[in-house]
C-alpha cells in the first residue's frame, strides 16, 4: 500500500517541538490537515485527542501512518499535543455536493425514525462543535469522516464509547453516510 503525505508546511515558531517534527506533515501545524485523507485536529477536545493517540499506541485503534509515527512520541508528548491542537483555530469546510448536504443535514439534524438512526445534533451538537464526551465535527474532510462511519459499522473501528458509534453507524446505508459527511464538511 503506497503512502501519500500532503505538501510541506510552515512552521509556525509557536509549535511545540513534536508537533514541528511528526505531527504537521499530515495534519498542519495549525491541525488544519489539507488532505482529505488526514483528519483536522484544530480545535478537537484536549481528552478525545489524547485519547485517539493513547488507543493508537495500544493498539485499540489502527492505521498504518499513526502506527509509524506514534511511537516517536513519550507519553507527555500526547498530552502537549492534544493541547496544542485542542487551542487551534478550526478552518471551515467545504461542500462540493449541495444536493448531498442537504440530505444529510436532515441526517445530522433529525436522524432516520424509519430505521432507527438518532440525529448527529444529539451528541456532536447542532453545530457540529461536539462537547467533551463526543468529538467536533464540523468542518472535518467529508473523505476522512465517511471513511471513520464506515469503519464503525464495518467494525474496524471498535474505539467508540458504549458501542455507539458502531450501533449508529450500522443502520446508516452507504448513501447515508456519504450525505452526513459531505454535510458536516460545510458546518
Do not use: W
Request: contains cysteine.
Amino acid at each position: 500500500m503506497a503512502i501519500a503525505f500532503a505538501a510541506p508546511v510552515a512552521i509556525a515558531a509557536d509549535a511545540p517541538e513534536v508537533v514541528q517534527t511528526v505531527c504537521s506533515a499530515c495534519h498542519g501545524v495549525d491541525g488544519n490537515s489539507v488532505a482529505p485523507t488526514f483528519p483536522k485536529l484544530a480545535g478537537l477536545q484536549a481528552a478525545y485527542l489524547e485519547k485517539q493517540m493513547r488507543e493508537f499506541l495500544s493498539g485499540k485503534r489502527k492505521n498504518e501512518i499513526m502506527d509509524a509515527s506514534l511511537p516517536a512520541l513519550k507519553s507527555a508528548d500526547l498530552t502537549v499535543v492534544a493541547a496544542y491542537y485542542a487551542e487551534q483555530k478550526p478552518a471551515g469546510g467545504t461542500v462540493s455536493d449541495e444536493k448531498l448536504a442537504a440530505a444529510g443535514k436532515v441526517l445530522f439534524d433529525d436522524g432516520n425514525t424509519t430505521s432507527g438512526v438518532p440525529a448527529c445534533s444529539g451528541c456532536h451538537l447542532p453545530t457540529g462543535a461536539g462537547n467533551e464526551r463526543y468529538p467536533r465535527l464540523a468542518g472535518q474532510h467529508a473523505t476522512y469522516t465517511a471513511a471513520q462511519i464506515q469503519a464503525f459499522k464495518a467494525g474496524t473501528r471498535t474505539n467508540d464509547k458504549a458501542r455507539v458509534m458502531r450501533a449508529v453507524a450500522a443502520r446508516l446505508t452507504d448513501e447515508e453516510i456519504a450525505a452526513v459527511a459531505e454535510y458536516i464538511a460545510g458546518l
